[in-house]
């Protein structure tokens, strides 16, 4: 008798644990330098002023916008990278060389003393790596999950960042507080991040390919029996016969419609629309504004009248716990239930309002005695708490989610690669601006990111069709690639063969011998 519920899948949370340390980088690499820039100790060890708070001062805020924006720089030629060497390597290899040039990048970062510009390439070098991650990572977990805990799965790929940002932002307020001010106070952060770089290069030594890139290869011998692995059953399960048929159906389509040109595919009128939308759905959330205040936490903290380093430290931990929670509970209780569709709209609305707010109280109570948190400070403070909540009900996770399940196998490396590349860019230009834009026109900024907020609703609103509960396959009947009858009779086709061929077989020109299904098991 087959498994059922958590231990069925066992596999695949392990998979998804294991290639999350990832996400953790992104995270960590997200967090941290905002709150390393804070302390007196970096300031003082690469000669930055060390008597001024927040972005008052125009070189601390260019000396910000460059640490911050070139691993984003970094970040959007490694995700463009990715597309071209996770669809001719697989997602496995593909993974395992980016964590090495993370690996190389965070080594850099972590014996630079008094020069910025070792900072500066560490932080390049960092980025191709946590770039590559983000494009391959939540493809690779997505084309192993079942259908109906996709959505939860795949978007822990978000509740991963967000936890190495948290971890980033406490761990800067302890060394801030037990820690002597010199260079092991900040050196201690930034080189702490090699440590998940390492769990994960050695993580990935034991995990299996893509099913699903396997069958693109041709190799449905190995793609079946490494689906059969994941779902810790044998290739004889009903739903694992399906979904093998589903798959390989989905395929030969592609192949025929395209006579294995992959530009024809993307022309294709609902291709088209995917890769738009794919790309406005990264575009938005970049424009939302969290990641100028996930970047710059501290700063903008200081900016509404949290002055004291500590104080601002401190409230980004907050500010990070509420993220790691909130986003928990939404991908546990919301994701699977609610649908995509829905909480990006509630989400948008509600983020927006909190812009506005914070841009109004902000405007009409700036904060003027460095030395007192005014009751003005604290709501703001408070409305930046729950602009994250909205964020991480619905514009956190569920872009990368969406983006990881709407395109066609063929197709998938390249529309999630775009996405990220998307992502990558957006968040560059959202993290260099930030700080000058703080600096010169203060509560106007938020008010800019309140607007933006409500503009990604309203595309939502005409945009977004609803994934949850449908398989990978289903995606090309979702947006009128094929037809829903014409799947059908594709898919029941492919069952009545019960065959999977062997990669010999399309090796040497259809001349090979079939392989039964039920020959070829799971070791």
Not at 163 to 180: D, K, R, S
Not at 292 to 310: C, D, L, R
Request: aromatic share 14%; with cysteine.
């Amino acid at each position: 008798m087959a498994e059922k519920g958590f231990f069925r899948n066992r596999r695949l949370y392990f998979l998804a644990l294991t290639t999350y340390m990832g996400s953790i980088l992104f995270g960590y690499d997200t967090g941290v330098m905002g709150s390393v820039l804070a302390l007196k100790s970096f300031k003082k060890d690469f000669g930055l002023p060390t008597d001024i708070t927040g972005f008052a001062n125009a070189h601390n805020a260019q000396v910000s916008s460059n640490v911050v924006s070139l691993l984003t720089a970094g970040c959007f030629f490694g995700a463009i990278a990715a597309a071209f060497l996770n669809d001719r390597f697989g997602r496995r290899f593909t993974l395992m060389g980016f964590s090495v040039v993370f690996l190389i990048g965070a080594v850099v970062q972590t014996t630079a003393h008094h020069h910025i510009g070792q900072i500066y390439a560490g932080r390049v070098i960092a980025g191709l790596g946590v770039g590559g991650m983000s494009s391959v990572t939540p493809l690779y977990v997505s084309e192993n999950c079942p259908p109906k805990i996709r959505g939860r799965v795949t978007g822990l790929f978000q509740e991963f960042i967000v936890i190495g940002v948290t971890f980033a932002y406490w761990l800067n307020y302890g060394v801030a507080l037990h820690v002597p001010a010199g260079t092991k106070q900040w050196r201690i952060p930034v080189g702490i991040q090699i440590i998940p770089g390492a769990f994960l290069l050695i993580g990935l030594c034991f995990l299996k390919e893509s099913p699903r890139w396997l069958m693109k290869q041709g190799r449905y011998k190995d793609g079946t029996a490494a689906l059969a692995y994941m779902r810790c059953t044998n290739i004889s399960d009903p739903d694992i016969l399906q979904e093998i048929a589903e798959i390989r159906a989905a395929i030969e389509e592609e192949l025929t419609e395209s006579e294995g040109v992959k530009w024809k595919e993307c022309l294709k009128p609902g291709n088209r629309k995917r890769f738009f939308i794919g790309f406005c759905i990264m575009f938005w959330q970049q424009f939302s504004g969290t990641n100028s205040i996930g970047y710059y936490a501290p700063q903008i903290f200081q900016t509404v009248g949290v002055s004291k380093t500590n104080a601002s430290l401190f409230a980004t931990g907050i500010y990070g716990t509420v993220k790691v929670c909130t986003t928990a509970v939404f991908l546990f209780i919301g994701i699977d239930r609610l649908g995509r569709r829905k909480s990006l709209l509630f989400g948008a609305a509600w983020m927006g309002t909190a812009m506005f707010i914070i841009g109004g109280v902000l405007h009409a109570h700036p904060p003027t005695n460095v030395n007192v948190v005014s009751h003005a400070s604290i709501a703001m403070v408070v409305f930046i708490y729950l602009f994250v909540v909205g964020y991480s009900c619905s514009w956190g996770p569920i872009p990368w989610v969406y983006l990881s399940e709407i395109f066609p196998t063929r197709l998938r490396p390249y529309g999630v690669g775009m996405g990220a590349a998307t992502q990558w860019l957006f968040n560059f230009c959202i993290t260099e601006i930030t700080p000058s834009a703080i600096n010169h026109q203060g509560w106007k900024t938020f008010l800019m990111f309140g607007i933006f907020c409500m503009s990604m609703g309203t595309w939502a609103f005409f945009f977004i069709k609803e994934t949850k509960g449908k398989s990978l396959e289903e995606m090309d009947v979702l947006f009128g690639v094929v037809d829903e009858n014409t799947r059908r009779e594709h898919v029941e086709r492919v069952l009545n063969k019960g065959t999977v061929v062997d990669e010999t077989e399309i090796e040497e020109g259809n001349k090979g011998a079939s392989v039964q299904l039920e020959n070829a098991g799971v070791k």
